[in-house]
């Protein structure tokens, strides 16, 4: 139970990072400094990007998190059955249906948000500009948020909807897998090398994406519990590669060895560590399970899917607001930054409640109906 407690609690706090990493390219982008036009505000965001502390808004190691956790998880739901095929089977049905109702109604949300409210963006990065500023119809959103964005990964109503494509292929994927590993273990191993290396066709980082769900069911099958001082030092090293950006001076000997790949390849190496310390170490796991991580687990889908819109909504009126007033910019930052994550917690907390348990009542209902059938 303290393992998959604490599998939540991963996910929580990932999300959290993925909604740090959206607010810092907002107000901060040098942090990131993805750019090369991108200037530092001050002292202190220069040393952060600069430093091996910038795991704590790094939204993309986040994601690998996600991938790995995700393969450790549907491998636990489906292996542990007495009847693997039939879970296979129900879980594939369920999978699209899970992934794509709140998806959508957090596009049509995005477009009614984007196209009957008018809110100055001005002084904000360009970043959140061009999101503030674009214009999608319905039609749009609701394309994208059933079928673009799992499909092909187009996400221009709800811009993290791009990893919607990875874990629905990559659920595919993992489903394929444990049927091998039911029926025929040595097609198994072929296939969890070869698969993933077809994935190379579209992207690098959609085939790290495939491997990381790999990685997440061998994590299950083959991975043994270690000690606390070893557990330590892998959180710590997945801590430090989730910092990694291709600038940083606190990955310059990295980027000598990978080139322009230091972002991509630390970042999901990184969600390999996090993943394999916590959940492999009884002492770690603990740490994790605590209540509030855990309600912020439950709540993570929600804010991964809301948060865009609510910086929009919320965030970028109440940092105008605290300009105007005269506050300093950081002070203005911190200020709307605060009010914004409190808005989001509470839409995400009713999100969850009615559309996420939704989209679970109707997975449920069409699995148990098709394997009726």
């Known amino acids: 139970m303290a393992k998959l407690n604490a599998a939540e609690s991963i996910r929580g706090l990932a999300c959290l990072a993925v909604v740090f990493s959206h607010l810092s390219l907002s107000f901060y982008p040098y942090l990131h400094h993805f750019s090369p036009d991108d200037r530092a505000h001050g002292s202190w965001d220069y040393f952060i990007h600069h430093s091996p502390f910038a795991f704590w808004y790094s939204g993309t190691a986040a994601v690998f998190v996600f991938f790995v956790l995700s393969g450790f998880v549907l491998s636990y739901a489906i292996l542990r059955h007495q009847n693997v095929p039939k879970k296979v089977a129900e879980m594939a049905i369920k999978r699209y249906p899970r992934l794509a109702i709140p998806a959508f109604f957090s596009c049509i949300l995005a477009w009614l948000a984007l196209s009957y409210t008018h809110i100055n963006s001005d002084l904000v990065n360009g970043w959140l500009q061009a999101y503030a500023t674009q214009e999608i119809s319905l039609q749009q959103a609701a394309y994208e948020g059933s079928i673009g964005a799992f499909l092909f990964a187009e996400s221009g ?195 969850s409640r009615y559309v996420d348990t939704l989209s679970i009542t109707v997975s449920n209902a069409l699995a148990k109906w098709a394997m009726k059938s």
């Open 157 to 351: 109503s709800n811009w993290v909807l791009w990893t919607m494509q990875i874990e629905l292929f990559g659920s595919i994927l993992l489903f394929i897998l444990l049927l091998l590993y039911h029926y025929k273990k040595p097609l198994f191993y072929i296939a969890s090398v070869v698969l993933p290396l077809c994935a190379l066709w579209k992207a690098e980082r959609f085939f790290l994406g495939m491997s990381s769900f790999v990685i997440g069911c061998y994590m299950y099958l083959y991975g043994r519990q270690i000690k606390p001082v070893l557990a330590w030092g892998m959180f710590l090293a997945g801590l430090y590669f989730a910092g990694a950006h291709n600038s940083s001076h606190a990955y310059h000997w990295l980027y000598k060895i990978l080139g322009w790949r230091t972002y991509d390849y630390s970042n999901f190496f990184s969600g390999i560590l996090i993943v394999y310390s916590i959940l492999l170490c009884q002492q770690l796991s603990d740490v994790f399970d605590k209540k509030p991580l855990i309600y912020l687990g439950k709540l993570s889908f929600s804010i991964y899917l809301l948060h865009m819109m609510m910086i929009y909504l919320i965030c970028i009126p109440a940092f105008n607001w605290f300009m105007a007033l005269g506050f300093n910019y950081d002070l203005a930052v911190l200020c709307s930054v605060l009010i914004c994550l409190s808005s989001v917690l509470l839409i995400s907390d009713l999100y």
